[in-house]
């Protein structure tokens, strides 16, 4: 068996994306299109719920709330194609929540000053440099899930 | 899919900027493969007099280096020259016999210089003025021998002449007409300049006319003959006689070609007239009958051809107008259009022969058409604005002559004036950007645009209140010939329609959504992005009311959370106070709430309202409840403060009853979505104490009735209001004011204030459509109460405002069971 259902209660009867073939939303995927398969580095994730995925806006976004402590908020949109991203919620620049910008194609623009962040690793689009942390995501059966780890 | 092949003759700057462009829009359609027969990459061919001045280097005006060909997969192949192009066979013949297939061709063979054809042309000695090797000859000259002939008084030869000068040789500078730079100006400017360049010891031989070089014993050329046959030494000869476009691999190629003035010719997607897989940029085109030799246009044209390249096929070229810069250090020099001026046209000519200023501006049916600037050249870049875009002057012709600056600006302590700072000085004061700092920019990057130095210095891209200081700089960086904003300007990097366009295919195609209209207009990204969202967005609404459903996600956050962002991420309050009144339970409920949810700061507003800073965004739904007031949407492009004084109720001095008149107007227009924010004000008399002067409806209360001024502006720039109308009536008062924010709803560009709306379509036209015309004016009036009728308060009635009201909701995450087991 793979790490998969080790982090997937099947009493909660959360399926993967790859594993089952009647999805509620057609097409869902994540950002790192691995859908509920992990990255190999990621050895011990900590999923966590987030949402229902129709409870996030099509292009828009989601706040994730954690404490200055536990890292700030993470931030997880979808963009129009359907694909979940998740980033933490502090633009690269001066700190802007990006959970707020205006999302379009790959990208969120940052709603202090506009600065643009890729959604899928963080960097802001040059010529502005900077990164912002990512999360790993996925969709199971309509649930999204973030690895806070 | 196979990757086509493009091939592009020509290294230059034309050519470079078009696989540029092309690389930005479709990375992936082509291999490409550039034949240069320079062997150095793409340098600014601009830039070469400041090198031979002494004042940069080779290496300082490279565009693009070996690796960007490499970074970008680019096969260059330098130093061989293609001889031939076999049409049917679609290939290509070097000097040493390879040969290349492609299955599109580019040609940017650029210009060559004219030789004069008389005795001695080929001399050792005698060379033109066109590339480096000309370039390090003239280097190399100047080591060696004394004496230089430039033949030719335009702007290359007085740049070589000037360069030569300080190379320490003697020049003296050949020239067959009355003038110099007979071209670009006028009898007097051009003496004025034959002066200065007198004063750095350079000699002038006015209306020569060369018959023979004449060789020396060594065999290298010695002395020149006029046809009267005087003769004056010379070891080094520089041709500046100007250009003719490099056709000769064309026209051998069977593509035609124009006799006069020479160049291959193009369409207005840069095909070639003969052979559609053939297209042409640069000096070497003949456009519509014009050959151009000027930067600016080259990029217009490599920007439509990568368009064409990239088959999105919707870029058309139309031609430019240009402008020329003498690049000369200490000699002020600018002209551009038809500054010699005509039977119809009028001449402004500002002339102080001492003081070394001359400016002469030609005027046509109330519009600039040519400027002519020696000494004092500030203006220049504005100037040329004024006449790209075909602005009517009549308004400003009283001060049209005394530039930009007269017309008053603040923000950046006055200065107006780029060349005259120092490197130190602050030109953007929104991001904090110094001179210094751009001009760096654009000469390290090789930046043309207006577009290229906000991307990469962040100058003029919040406010844009300094846009004409940055383009002033470009001008004075990067030479005259910099890339002009061109006059129609496409709405972002979406798409090449312009505001205008989009607009008029909304209402003719009854357009209804975002993805509808992006559908249609065939824009190039997914869903847009931050510049053009918004403005659709907005004119789908105002185009049709009631029919168009608003999409919150394509507007800026604020107009999403019916709430000022603030710099922490919280957000500010702005409830609506009708006319800036306010009563003691409204106050009480303020203060309440203030307490409860623990809100930072209170201020008031320069609007008469109050402002409660620091509001947690999940808290906002609440806090308006409990204020139990409407939005005074201070967040949105929308009717914003509708100012008062407190006028003939209490004032001794008033003579209308203002404060009503103000609540009247809010009420009726308030939720009034707009292209940019809208503020009125009302007075009770001529005191003005709301400020009326600076609003975009201001009105004031006369004994007789009311009169009502358009199109002030308290912020970036002030401008004051222009008088409309007088009115007797209360009722007027609304109607009027009602019928030009609908025009200005209906036809304003997105972000554009009256103001700007005014200055574009000119104050007459609005007048004529709502004061003159009386039936549109109720027909205005009408259709805006249609789009207000039963609009919701954005505060209270959230799903009616389609207020996405999750956003109100932080989710807090639960670990998985999974999770809980490992813990």
Same mark, same amino acid.
């Given at each position: 068996?793979?790490?998969?259902?080790?982090?997937?209660?099947?009493?909660?009867?959360?399926?993967?994306?790859?594993?089952?073939?009647?999805?509620?939303?057609?097409?869902?995927?994540?950002?790192?299109?691995?859908?509920?398969?992990?990255?190999?580095?990621?050895?011990?994730?900590?999923?966590?719920?987030?949402?229902?995925?129709?409870?996030?806006?099509?292009?828009?976004?989601?706040?994730?709330?954690?404490?200055?402590?536990?890292?700030?908020?993470?931030?997880?949109?979808?963009?129009?194609?359907?694909?979940?991203?998740?980033?933490?919620?502090?633009?690269?620049?001066?700190? %802007?929540?990006?959970?707020?910008?205006?999302?379009?194609?790959?990208?969120?623009?940052?709603?202090?000053?506009?600065?643009?962040?890729?959604?899928?690793?963080?960097?802001?689009?040059?010529?502005?440099?900077?990164?912002?942390?990512?999360?790993?995501?996925?969709?199971?059966? %309509?649930?999204?899930?973030?690895?806070?780890? | 899919?196979?990757?086509?092949?493009?091939?592009?003759?020509?290294?230059?700057?034309? =050519?470079?900027?078009?696989?540029?462009?092309?690389?930005?829009?479709?990375?992936?359609?082509?291999?490409?493969?550039?034949?240069?027969?320079?062997?150095?990459?793409?340098?600014?061919?601009?830039?070469?007099?400041?090198?031979?001045?002494?004042?940069?280097?080779?290496?300082?005006?490279?565009?693009?280096?070996?690796?960007?060909?490499?970074?970008?997969?680019?096969?260059?192949?330098?130093?061989?020259?293609?001889?031939?192009?076999?049409?049917?066979?679609?290939?290509?013949?070097?000097?040493?016999?390879?040969?290349?297939?492609?299955?599109?061709?580019?040609?940017?063979?650029?210009?060559?210089?004219?030789?004069?054809?008389?005795?001695?042309?080929? *001399?050792?000695?005698?060379?033109?003025?066109?590339?480096?090797?000309?370039?390090?000859?003239?280097?190399?000259?100047?080591?060696?021998?004394?004496?230089?002939?430039?033949?030719?008084?335009?702007?290359?030869?007085?740049?070589?002449?000037?360069?030569?000068?300080?190379?320490?040789?003697?020049?003296?500078?050949?020239?067959?007409?009355?003038?110099?730079?007979?071209?670009?100006?006028?009898?007097?400017?051009?003496?004025?300049?034959?002066?200065?360049?007198?004063?750095?010891?350079?000699?002038?031989?006015?209306?020569?006319?060369?018959?023979?070089?004449?060789?020396?014993?060594?065999?290298?050329?010695?002395?020149?003959?006029?046809?009267?046959?005087?003769?004056?030494?010379? $070891?080094?000869?520089?041709?500046?006689?100007?250009?003719?476009?490099?056709?000769?691999?064309?026209?051998?190629?069977?593509?035609?070609?124009?006799?006069?003035?020479?160049?291959?010719?193009?369409?207005?997607?840069?095909?070639?007239?003969?052979?559609?897989?053939?297209?042409?940029?640069?000096?070497?085109?003949?456009?519509?009958?014009?050959?151009?030799?000027?930067?600016?246009?080259?990029?217009?044209?490599?920007?439509?051809?990568?368009?064409?390249?990239?088959?999105?096929?919707?870029?058309?070229?139309?031609?430019?107008?240009?402008?020329?810069?003498?690049?000369?250090?200490?000699?002020?020099?600018?002209?551009?259009?038809?500054?010699?001026?005509?039977?119809?046209?009028? $001449?402004?000519?500002?002339?102080?022969?001492?003081?070394?200023?001359?400016?002469?501006?030609?005027?046509?049916?109330?519009?600039?058409?040519?400027?002519?600037?020696? =000494?004092?050249?500030?203006?220049?870049?504005?100037?040329?604005?004024?006449?790209?875009?075909?602005?009517?002057?009549?308004?400003?012709?009283?001060?049209?002559?005394?530039?930009?600056?007269?017309? =008053?600006?603040?923000?950046?302590?006055?200065?107006?004036?780029?060349?005259?700072?120092?490197?130190?000085?602050?030109?953007?004061?929104?991001?904090?950007?110094?001179?210094?700092?751009?001009?760096?920019?654009?000469?390290?990057?090789?930046?043309?645009?207006?577009?290229?130095?906000?991307?990469?210095?962040?100058?003029?891209?919040?406010?844009?209140?300094?846009?004409?200081?940055?383009?002033?700089?470009?001008?004075?960086?990067?030479?005259?010939?910099?890339?002009?904003?061109?006059?129609?300007?496409?709405?972002?990097?979406?798409?090449?329609?312009?505001?205008? #366009?989009?607009?008029?295919?909304?209402?003719?195609?009854?357009? *209804?959504?975002?993805?509808?209209?992006?559908?249609?207009?065939?824009?190039?990204?997914?869903?847009?992005?931050?510049?053009?969202?918004?403005?659709?967005?907005?004119?789908?609404?105002?185009?049709?009311?009631?029919?168009?459903?608003?999409?919150?996600?394509?507007?800026?956050?604020?107009?999403?959370?019916?709430?000022?962002?603030?710099?922490?991420?919280?957000?500010?309050?702005?409830?609506?106070?009708?006319?800036?009144?306010?009563?003691?339970?409204?106050?009480?409920?303020?203060?309440?709430?203030?307490?409860?949810?623990?809100?930072?700061?209170?201020?008031?507003?320069?609007?008469?309202?109050?402002?409660?800073?620091?509001?947690?965004?999940?808290? /906002?739904?609440?806090?308006?409840?409990?204020?139990?007031?409407?939005?005074?949407?201070?967040?949105?492009?929308?009717?914003?403060?509708?100012?008062?004084?407190?006028?003939?109720?209490?004032?001794?001095?008033?003579?209308? $009853?203002?404060?009503?008149?103000?609540?009247?107007?809010?009420?009726?227009?308030?939720?009034?979505?707009?292209?940019?924010?809208?503020?009125?004000?009302?007075?009770?008399?001529?005191?003005?104490?709301?400020?009326?002067?600076?609003?975009?409806? =201001?009105?004031?209360?006369?004994?007789?009735?009311?009169?009502?001024?358009?199109?002030?502006?308290?912020?970036?720039?002030?401008?004051?209001?222009?008088?409309?109308?007088?009115?007797?009536?209360?009722?007027?008062?609304?109607?009027?004011?009602?019928?030009?924010?609908?025009?200005?709803?209906?036809?304003?560009?997105?972000?554009?204030?009256?103001?700007?709306? /005014?200055?574009?379509?000119?104050?007459?036209?609005?007048?004529?459509?709502?004061?003159?015309?009386?039936?549109?004016?109720?027909?205005?009036?009408?259709?805006?109460?249609?789009?207000?009728?039963?609009?919701?308060?954005?505060?209270?009635?959230?799903?009616?405002?389609?207020?996405?009201?999750?956003?109100?909701?932080?989710?807090?995450?639960?670990?998985?069971?999974?999770?809980? #087991?490992?813990?």
């Amino acid at each position: 068996m793979s790490t998969t259902f080790s982090v997937i209660p099947a009493k909660a009867g959360i399926q993967t994306v790859s594993g089952n073939a009647s999805l509620s939303v057609a097409g869902l995927t994540t950002a790192d299109g691995l859908g509920s398969r992990l990255r190999g580095n990621d050895k011990n994730p900590a999923w966590f719920y987030v949402c229902k995925f129709d409870e996030i806006p099509v292009l828009g976004a989601r706040v994730v709330e954690r404490s200055e402590s536990e890292g700030g908020n993470v931030a997880v949109f979808r963009n129009s194609e359907n694909v979940v991203f998740a980033l933490l919620d502090k633009c690269p620049h001066k700190g %802007g929540p990006l959970s707020q910008g205006i999302v379009f194609g790959e990208r969120v623009a940052c709603p202090l000053h506009n600065w643009s962040i890729e959604l899928r690793s963080g960097e802001a689009v040059a010529p502005d440099v900077g990164c912002t942390k990512r999360f790993t995501v996925k969709v199971d059966n %309509g649930d999204v899930f973030v690895d806070l780890s | 899919m196979k990757k086509q092949k493009l091939a592009v003759i020509g290294n230059g700057m034309a =050519g470079i900027r078009t696989v540029e462009e092309l690389l930005k829009i479709a990375p992936d359609k082509y291999d490409i493969t550039v034949f240069g027969s320079e062997p150095h990459p793409n340098y600014n061919r601009i830039l070469l007099s400041p090198v031979l001045a002494g004042e940069q280097t080779i290496k300082d005006i490279v565009l693009n280096d070996w690796d960007w060909y490499k970074d970008n997969g680019i096969n260059l192949i330098t130093g061989k020259t293609i001889t031939e192009i076999h049409r049917t066979r679609r290939e290509l013949k070097t000097n040493t016999g390879e040969v290349f297939g492609y299955d599109r061709l580019l040609i940017a063979t650029g210009s060559n210089p004219f030789i004069l054809p008389i005795e001695g042309k080929s *001399l050792p000695g005698v060379i033109s003025y066109r590339d480096i090797a000309d370039t390090e000859a003239m280097i190399d000259a100047a080591k060696l021998y004394k004496k230089a002939v430039v033949i030719g008084g335009g702007l290359l030869g007085l740049e070589a002449a000037n360069g030569l000068k300080l190379r320490g040789m003697d020049v003296t500078v050949v020239h067959v007409m009355p003038w110099l730079m007979e071209r670009q100006l006028d009898e007097k400017a051009g003496k004025l300049l034959q002066a200065s360049l007198e004063a750095k010891g350079i000699e002038f031989k006015m209306q020569g006319q060369t018959e023979a070089l004449i060789a020396g014993e060594s065999g290298r050329v010695a002395a020149l003959r006029f046809k009267t046959g005087e003769q004056i030494p010379a $070891d080094l000869v520089v041709m500046a006689v100007g250009i003719r476009p490099n056709t000769s691999l064309a026209e051998k190629s069977g593509l035609q070609v124009s006799a006069r003035p020479g160049g291959i010719i193009v369409n207005d997607t840069m095909q070639t007239l003969t052979d559609p897989r053939i297209y042409s940029v640069g000096e070497c085109v003949n456009h519509r009958g014009t050959a151009y030799g000027l930067v600016a246009p080259l990029f217009e044209m490599a920007k439509v051809c990568a368009n064409h390249l990239a088959e999105y096929g919707i870029g058309r070229y139309v031609g430019s107008v240009t402008s020329t810069k003498l690049k000369v250090t200490g000699v002020d020099l600018f002209s551009a259009g038809n500054f010699q001026g005509g039977e119809d046209t009028e $001449d402004i000519v500002l002339s102080d022969p001492m003081g070394g200023v001359y400016k002469r501006l030609v005027i046509k049916d109330d519009k600039l058409v040519g400027a002519c600037l020696y =000494g004092d050249t500030v203006d220049g870049s504005w100037y040329f604005k004024l006449l790209r875009e075909g602005k009517n002057v009549a308004e400003i012709r009283d001060q049209l002559m005394f530039g930009e600056s007269n017309i =008053g600006d603040v923000g950046h302590e006055g200065n107006t004036r780029a060349a005259s700072m120092k490197d130190s000085d602050e030109v953007c004061g929104c991001n904090g950007v110094c001179k210094g700092t751009i001009t760096k920019a654009i000469k390290d990057k090789g930046l043309f645009t207006l577009d290229e130095v906000r991307k990469h210095t962040k100058a003029s891209s919040s406010c844009g209140s300094c846009t004409g200081l940055v383009e002033q700089l470009l001008m004075f960086t990067a030479g005259g010939d910099y890339s002009a904003t061109p006059k129609t300007k496409p709405m972002c990097a979406c798409t090449d329609h312009t505001h205008q #366009e989009v607009r008029d295919a909304i209402k003719a195609q009854k357009l *209804l959504s975002v993805p509808e209209t992006m559908k249609f207009m065939q824009w190039r990204t997914p869903n847009g992005c931050t510049s053009c969202r918004p403005a659709i967005n907005y004119y789908l609404i105002s185009t049709w009311p009631k029919d168009a459903l608003d999409d919150p996600q394509s507007r800026y956050i604020n107009e999403r959370a019916h709430a000022n962002i603030q710099k922490d991420g919280t957000f500010s309050v702005i409830p609506r106070m009708w006319g800036g009144e306010t009563t003691s339970s409204e106050l009480r409920r303020i203060a309440d709430a203030v307490d409860k949810y623990k809100i930072p700061t209170v201020k008031v507003t320069g609007g008469q309202r109050i402002d409660l800073l620091g509001v947690k965004k999940e808290d /906002l739904p609440a806090v308006w409840k409990d204020i139990g007031m409407v939005s005074g949407h201070a967040y949105a492009k929308a009717l914003r403060t509708v100012k008062t004084c407190v006028g003939s109720e209490w004032c001794r001095f008033g003579t209308q $009853d203002s404060t009503q008149m103000g609540k009247d107007l809010e009420r009726a227009m308030w939720r009034m979505y707009a292209p940019h924010k809208v503020k009125f004000a009302v007075s009770g008399c001529p005191r003005n104490c709301a400020e009326a002067g600076i609003k975009d409806v =201001g009105v004031i209360g006369v004994d007789s009735g009311w009169e009502l001024y358009v199109g002030g502006n308290g912020g970036i720039k002030t401008e004051v209001a222009q008088f409309f109308v007088k009115v007797k009536s209360a009722e007027e008062v609304l109607v009027y004011t009602g019928a030009f924010m609908q025009l200005y709803r209906e036809e304003g560009w997105y972000l554009e204030r009256t103001v700007h709306y /005014l200055a574009r379509v000119g104050l007459d036209y609005v007048k004529q459509k709502v004061i003159e015309d009386a039936a549109n004016r109720q027909a205005l009036w009408e259709r805006l109460q249609f789009a207000l009728d039963g609009e919701p308060d954005p505060w209270a009635e959230f799903d009616k405002a389609r207020v996405d009201t999750r956003q109100f909701i932080p989710i807090k995450a639960v670990a998985t069971a999974a999770m809980k #087991e490992a813990v």
